[in-house]
């Protein structure tokens, strides 16, 4: 008797990006409120980081919310409805409900049907990880198209009082649906992490140590404070310029591009003299626009790659086809680039 053979699933020959689309909370901090927490100056905030102003989510503007309304944005571009969608994964850090996924509360609310949704951390390298996820599930035949949404409510665990970290950290959404392509629209991942750098950027304390346990609540006197973001900001400037550069060229390297063939460059959002820097050691020409995103968003972690791709095209810096190289890097430490065709 012959054994049995698995019937493999098989995909699309490439995949690219269909649609993307972003929200931005409507409340605007700009610096001269940030100067009410901490003792700063404009001056000091723009030149050491590029940020003039944030967006900062309100009450109504949930995780959920968010990543709807970006979500609708990226499906009608892409002009697919819900329904065909198969995959939803959803990358944040600052979901603040351990279970279930937010992912299914936002994959019912757009109408999924019962696609497959889960959410992933892997902060603001999440959008890279979360691209690569969606590339492999098209083209391995689990997934017709893939919603991959980048989400964050930073405000929720920034410390107002922290010098390092209260101008920087801002709110907002940005989605992407990855799906079949003719030609080859998404290149080779390079993605990595280092964890021997786990502590240069994390939460202050895990929850169970930020509030005491059930069982420890008598007599345990814990103080309870709410946890945020802590940042060792030089280790990890220095690393972004420096290592991120060299994987950057990699994700150039491996889908046969050389930098004056881009279209656009859209580095994660993290600090405008880090992208200053990568510039300069990627040697990119000048005639390839570049994403300046966080003057008016601050850092959004996952979410400020597909904000970042959207404004370029609404503002007509870069163009639906065009080569644009992302990068993504941050908490873990982890990264994620490659170069993408633009929907
Ligand atoms: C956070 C960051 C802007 C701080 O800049 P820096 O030059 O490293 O600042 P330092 O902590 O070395 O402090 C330099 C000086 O600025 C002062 N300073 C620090 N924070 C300040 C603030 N918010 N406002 C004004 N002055 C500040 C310090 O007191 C210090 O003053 P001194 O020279 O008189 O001692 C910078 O480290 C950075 O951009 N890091 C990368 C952060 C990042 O992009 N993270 C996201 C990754 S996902």
Same mark, same amino acid.
């Given at each position: %008797? ?16 269909? *649609? ?7 409340? /605007?901090?700009?610096?001269?409120? /940030? ?10 905030? @723009? ?38 969608? *198969? $995959? /939803? ?15 299914? &509360? ?10 497959? =949704? ?9 959008? $890279? ?6 590339? !492999? ?6 997934? &017709? ?24 950290? $801002? ?6 649906? /990855? !799906? ?11 993605? *990595?992490?280092? !964890? ?26 814990? &103080? ?5 973001? @802590?940042?060792? !900001? ?42 200053? =820097?990568?510039?300069? =050691? ?19 972690? =996952? ?8 404004? %370029? ?14 990068? *993504? ?15």
């Amino acid at each position: %008797m012959t054994k049995p053979q698995i019937r493999p699933a098989t995909g699309a020959q490439y995949s690219r990006i269909h *649609g993307v689309g972003g929200y931005r909370p409507v409340r /605007v901090i700009p610096n001269s409120e /940030v100067l009410e927490w901490i003792d700063s100056s404009d001056e000091w905030i @723009r030149t050491r980081s590029g940020i003039a102003e944030r967006r900062w989510a309100g009450p109504e503007e949930s995780v959920a919310e968010m990543s709807v309304q970006a979500a609708g944005k990226a499906i009608a571009q892409a002009g697919i409805t819900p329904e065909q969608i *198969g $995959g /939803v994964i959803v990358s944040t850090v600052s979901h603040l409900k351990q279970t279930p996924a937010i992912a299914t &509360e936002i994959a019912q609310r757009l109408g999924c049907g019962t696609a497959p =949704a889960f959410d992933i951390s892997a902060a603001c390298a999440g959008f $890279g990880y979360g691209l690569g996820l969606a590339d !492999g599930m098209v083209r391995g035949g689990n997934a &017709e198209y893939v919603l991959v949404i980048g989400v964050e409510r930073l405000s929720d665990l920034t410390d107002k009082s922290d010098r390092s970290t209260a101008f920087i950290f $801002g709110d907002g959404a940005g989605a992407a649906i /990855v !799906g079949p392509s003719n030609t080859p629209g998404i290149g080779k991942l390079i993605w *990595g992490s280092d !964890g021997s750098q786990a502590d240069v950027i994390s939460q202050t304390q895990a929850w169970d140590t930020a509030f005491a346990k059930p069982d420890a609540i008598n007599g345990q006197g814990k &103080e309870q404070k709410w946890p945020a973001l @802590r940042m060792d !900001g030089q280790p990890v400037f220095r690393w972004a310029v420096w290592e991120m550069a060299k994987v950057a060229q990699q994700a150039l390297d491996a889908a046969g591009i050389t930098a004056d063939q881009l279209g656009a460059f859209i580095p994660h959002q993290a600090n405008m003299r880090i992208t200053d =820097a990568m510039i300069k =050691a990627l040697k990119l020409p000048a005639s390839v626009p570049v994403a300046r995103d966080i003057a008016e968003t601050g850092n959004t972690s =996952a979410a400020s790659i597909p904000l970042a791709m959207e404004r %370029m095209l609404e503002s007509g810096e870069a163009h639906s086809g065009d080569l644009a190289l992302i990068i *993504g890097f941050g908490a873990g430490l982890v990264y994620a680039a490659a170069v993408v065709t633009l929907p």
